[in-house]
């Protein structure tokens, strides 16, 4: 049987040319970057990194939700959302390529293209192990499509604030392709989406497409996305896509998929909690067994869930995500998380250990913290991971020094890539960079 597990939760590269930025990387070629000396070391976001991909297109300010795949080649490939702001109507994907193990980059250039009336945001890259084609998959959104099914659906009262406010939550969830290590891509491909209970029968899907994947479970490729209602989204669920041969099967129209779990409803959190989103799934002892956890906007602690039949049904464990030595919960603010097992067998997490709260009656408007970003290795408990204690993976100068009540807001959607034999975790810092920083060993060990 086996457990899956799911955690709802510029680019630049280390040089060694500061000594004290290169505290944990001497020797290696793989230290930091520095622009000033830092005394706190390679973990220092705001001044030391590895490489940065590139500078902002025209009007492309906001950068976010990068992540990077190893091309067959040995080609860096690393696509994100860019755009003039977040959700802004002009938001898109784009992707640069680097041939020298990331020192390098090329200039960004579009996968999804922004148009008049088109908005694509927040995707996700994965390789295929069996052919190698690479996938963006992304939130499409076309106004004009929106418009019409809005209309039809009789919800004409929420027709601006779809178009206005929710650009990247609104429309259908596509992929391009790449057959050549990321140099060009395929035209646009719809991926089917059941509908059910939350949805309008007629109008929009709407929901934040936005977490971890896709992962390999049983020779399946699985990623997560969540579904609310169009207007006035009061309660948010964790659903997978499921597809036996989307890594196998050449012609798009060919490939299969399905919607999980069974029945009509979501993945939702106990105690009444209605904003569980942004999962991270990882496979437990077999295929059948499976494990996430996600971000809980309201409690500010990482929500974990189970599932022992392949996804079919979910079961929500009675507590948060906890440390093994029994210590306590997994704090966790409004930011996403990752879980992934590591090619050697290794869960690890990465979250933001702030903000330990004494219950769970805060509001979610007092979550904001992003910052400092925080790993831990996990190991399995029966049905769940536990976790050990955290170590500090990255924090940004203003981390220091802000006050107790002040909001730590300066890095986002971290995303765990293996490479050469390293770790790496790829960060949106301040949601302006993309930026990717290398794991020692030593924390993983």
Known sequence: MRVYFVLVVGLFFCADNSALCSDSFAGTGLGPTCDVASAHGWRDAD??????????GPGEHFNDNAQVVIADDGTWVCAWTTGSAEA??????????SHDHGRTWSARRPIEPATESTTAAYGYLFKSPINGRIFSIYRFHDEEVITRQIRESGHRSGLKNVLGHFHDTVGTICFRYSDDHGKTWSGRHEIPTRRTRVDNP???LAGWFFGIGPVIIDDHVWFSGNKHKPVGAKRWETWFWKSPNMHRASNPSEFIWENKPAGEVGIVPDKGIKYWVEASLVQLDDADHSYCVARNRYAGYLGPSFSTDGGETWQNPPSAAEYWDGSGRLNNPKAGPMLKQLSDGTYLLTFFNDRARPDDKIHWSKLYDRSPLWCSVGWPDGHVLKFAQPELLLYNDEDVTASAEGNRSSIYAPFLFEADGDVFTVVSHKKTD?????????LIE
């Open 434 to 442: 993309v930026q990717i920083t290398r794991i020692p060993r030593a």
């Open 88 to 97: 802004s109507a002009d938001m898109h994907i784009v992707v640069s390529r």
């Open 202 to 204: 007629m109008g929009p």
């Open 47 to 56: 001044h030391c990194w590895y490489a940065k991909v590139d500078d902002s």
